[in-house]
């Protein structure tokens, strides 16, 4: 029961540098959430996707770029990344049926 | 945009101590509520929700939590806590039009004490 993956669990990088999260779930849920959490702001939505190449800003999407080619991955990329980018990032993805997210482990990213 | 605000940003209690977290949403049309916790250094875990119907919802681990739809507010309670409730609660809102979307409060962080 692997349910939902993310890594790596934690990464450095320096600014100006392009990174990668990675999230893999294993349920065929149809939609994928990911949210940054920073101290004070709770968790704050920056993509989600409705179902393969379906793809949807959230709150806080500036720097990010996701694709969704199969459903079971949804990657998360920073194309340059900033020292605001340091954060926690979680994935998630949702049942339909039930309306329920549920969380990957988080990736603690630290933007040098 | 949606706005979801847990007044509450520390709170310290003694173990057996009663338990009320405040959330308050902005959106007045048909909402689903949220209770998540995440304990140190883990994912976040749903407490309970409410979707519709009884607006007094059971959870886990004892948790309950209440639906006032005039006031706005879905406040979490535990009548006695543990040591082993020390964790960050979070609220979160999902707009009944927006399948999944979740607007989350900036947490709680609740530390009981042995």
């Known amino acids: 029961d692997a349910g939902i993956t993310q890594s790596p669990r934690y990464k450095i990088t320096e600014t100006g540098r392009q990174v990668t999260l990675m999230c893999h779930q294993t349920?065929?849920?149809?939609?994928m959430f990911w949210y940054r959490q920073d101290l004070g702001h709770g968790l704050r939505l920056i993509y989600y996707s409705a179902a393969a190449d379906i793809t949807d800003k959230g709150e806080v999407p500036d720097g990010y770029v996701v694709s969704r080619s199969k459903t079971e991955n949804f990657p998360l990329t920073l194309e340059s990344a900033t020292r605001s980018q340091t954060s926690v990032y979680f994935c998630a993805s949702l049942t339909s049926g039930k309306n329920i997210q549920y969380f990957g482990a988080g990736t603690r990213l630290s933007v040098l | 945009a949606q706005s979801v605000s847990q007044h509450n940003h520390h709170v310290i209690l003694s173990e057996a101590a009663s338990l009320e977290l405040g959330c308050n949403y902005s959106?007045?049309?048909?909402?689903?509520l949220f209770w998540y916790v995440q304990y140190p250094g883990q994912h976040l875990q749903l407490l309970l929700k409410y979707f519709s119907g009884d607006p007094l919802v059971k959870g886990i681990k004892g948790f309950e939590a209440e639906f006032i739809k005039s006031k706005f507010s879905f406040n979490l309670r535990k009548p006695s806590v543990q040591w082993s409730d020390t964790a960050e609660y979070f609220c979160?809102?999902?707009?009944?039009?927006?399948?999944?979307?979740?607007?989350f409060g900036r947490g709680t962080q609740l530390t009981v004490w042995p």
């Open positions: 979160a809102v999902n707009e009944g039009s927006t399948l999944g979307r979740l607007y």
């Open positions: 349920w065929s849920h149809s939609y």
């Open positions: 959106y007045g049309g048909t909402v689903n």
